[in-house]
């Protein structure tokens, strides 16, 4: 269990024998029947927590297998002279897709990423890998991510996947997530 997690048991007299679990941002949140016992609901939170982790480590790599990935992509196509310090997945980035901190060197996904295609990953890491040489949006910042082969296309697919989003009613937060004055992001 991630160790930013905090537990938070819903006790529920509708509920009578399921047990359910999900995450919250950093709150790890376990459903149980109102009846349970501390000792059945320690067992149980103790269990479902175990699930979850299972299930999230089949689904998406963790951040050592990121990091190392961003390594590859920044010798193969950036020329391998600025390397990330620190690559990782998070969980509060609901209109980004990732951010970078250049003086040191952090970069930032979204686990909403984790789901797509690899190229697309690449193509997210590649373009913060790129911010950690230029922090702007400017022309030689693009002539620099596009070294990457993938990289019209990965913005084709990121760009409808926002769109498919917003026409299912997703909403997305904007002022939540302000950024450090040393950052930057990669927006939808």
């Known amino acids: 269990m991630p ?3 905090k537990i938070e048991v819903r006790r529920s007299p509708r509920r009578r024998r399921t047990v359910s679990a999900y ?15 501390r000792a059945e609901e320690k067992r149980w939170v103790d269990q479902m927590l175990q699930k979850l982790d299972a299930r999230e480590g089949r689904r998406r790599p963790g951040d050592r297998e990121l990091h190392a990935r961003a390594v590859e992509l920044a010798e193969r196509y950036l020329g391998g002279t600025r390397l990330p310090d620190s690559v990782r997945w998070v969980d509060n980035q609901n209109s980004r897709w990732g951010s970078c901190t250049p003086d040191t060197g952090t ?3 979204s686990r909403r990423v984790a789901g797509m295609p690899a190229w697309v990953v690449d193509y997210v890491l590649v373009h913060e890998l790129a ?7 400017g022309r030689d910042f ?24 917003r026409s299912e009613g997703c909403a997305h937060a904007e002022e939540d997530e302000d950024l450090e004055a040393d950052e930057v992001a990669f927006e939808e």
């Open 3 to 5: 160790s930013n997690t």
């Open 107 to 109: 970069i930032r996904i």
């Open 131 to 137: 911010h950690l040489h230029i922090p702007h949006h």
């Open 142 to 165: 693009w002539d620099l991510v596009r070294r990457y082969p993938k990289a019209d296309r990965a913005r084709g697919y990121l760009e409808g996947f926002s769109a498919g989003s």
């Open 23 to 37: 995450r919250d941002g950093d709150t790890t949140v376990v459903l149980v029947p109102a009846t349970f016992s």
